[in-house]
């Protein structure tokens, strides 16, 4: 069965700190791997990668994918409290005839003033 | 239209009793997606269509759950003799075909049964 593994679960950091957050994935037919921040509501998007060993960079945040190993992970650097969410971590995977979205059960992440 | 918009935001209903929620997609997206997300999980596909063609569902949805986009605009979840298990946020997403920027989320629906 397709699966998506995110760690830590929880995470509470102080302002300025850096932060790594991981997800590995079992999956047939990977397409995509994606990050989104999720606050009270709706999950944001984040990152798109498709592509091992390319790093894409947005701001303080970063992100990686590694196809071999089958994991990508999340930077982000001087946090800030605004940096408060939960990051899911979603691959993109071809299951009954149809890509679609799996998740991780997402990191929550607390940055303290 | 500058999002994916979700009606209600909010719902409490009585065990038994019977929701519709609504979701209206981005316009020009014709791909339109049904999750469920429980406290500290990850949303959860329930299913997905195609213009109006409802072309997978999860195991997760049970004959209680009906999803219909008649005309491939927006599109309803209706839960029939709902239970306290159903109580989680229900979430919409839209894309287009060959959109390479992810899946645009809604606010989501929130149901509590009580």
């Known amino acids: 069965e397709d699966k998506v593994v995110q760690s830590p679960l929880s995470l509470v950091v102080h302002e300025g700190d850096t932060v790594t957050l991981n997800c590995s994935y079992e999956v047939t037919n990977f397409r995509s791997l994606l990050w989104y921040k999720q606050e009270k509501k709706a999950p944001t998007f984040l990152f798109m990668l498709?592509?091992?060993?390319i790093e894409k960079k947005s701001g303080r945040l970063s992100s990686i994918l590694d196809k071999k190993e089958l994991f990508s992970i999340l930077n982000i650097t001087a946090t800030q409290t605004g940096d408060s969410a939960i990051y899911l971590c979603a691959v993109e995977a071809l299951g009954a005839g149809t890509y679609k979205y799996i998740f991780g059960t997402g990191t929550r992440l607390k940055v303290l003033a | 239209d500058t999002g994916v918009s979700q009606n209600p935001r909010h719902k409490i209903t009585k065990r038994g009793q019977n929701v519709t929620f609504r979701c209206d997609p981005i316009?020009?997206?014709?791909?339109l997606y049904w999750y469920r997300q429980t406290l500290g999980q990850g949303p959860e596909f329930l299913t997905y269509f195609q213009n109006e063609a409802q072309l997978e569902k999860s195991r997760l949805l049970s004959d209680r759950f009906s999803a219909e986009r008649p005309k491939g605009s927006f599109s309803t979840l209706e839960i029939q003799r709902t239970e306290q298990g159903d109580s989680a946020m229900y979430l919409c997403a839209s894309a287009e075909w060959g959109e390479i920027s992810g899946y645009t989320f809604g606010s989501g629906t929130r149901l509590t049964v009580v």
């Open positions: 498709t592509s091992s060993g």
């Open positions: 316009s020009e997206h014709n791909r």
